[in-house]
């Protein structure tokens, strides 16, 4: 019982950093730099997103033995994340999540769930290449997409190479060329 409401109350703490951290970067990215990317679609509640969350960390951290177990147990007392694997190219940890089920696909603390789950994908737009998880029904669009979708129309390629060098280059709104 004690446990779970100290569990409650890190888990705020830790939304509200991370929120506080998630405005003052995006504010900063507004002063010199927009989005490059619209989010468009909807969700179809695959829940793929949750299956294995992934965590980006600081390369020095990815590193350092002491930072690693503190993220790794941070993330599973908190968020209640169990760590599976991680991608050292991309420097990332990979877990489970354990408020996932995955016959609901459902998750059993959405209200608090962690601040990284409430942003996805959103977050996606700031990348310079977006990557959507494949079952993903979310789509981003480039900001110039009219520009650049004419400059590829004047190409006059064959329809089906048009259609994926737009999705390729996230030109299209509705995915047709
Ligand atoms: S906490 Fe909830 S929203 Fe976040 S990954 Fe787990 S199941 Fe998904
Ligand atoms: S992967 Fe995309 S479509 Fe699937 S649940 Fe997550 S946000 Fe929704």
Redesign the pocket.
Known sequence: MRDGVVRRTIKRIALLRYNFDLRATRAIQGLGETPLYKLC??????????ETPMVPVFTPFFYLKSIRWLIIKWHRLVNGFDFIGENRREKTFIFKCTHWDPET?LCDSYDSRPGMCRD??RNLIYSVRPE??E????YAVDCNSERMAAALDDLELPQEELKELKRKLHVSETGDA
């Open positions: 679609g909807t969700c179809n509640q695959c829940g793929a997103c949750c696909k996805y994908p959507f998880l079952q993903c029904s979310y």
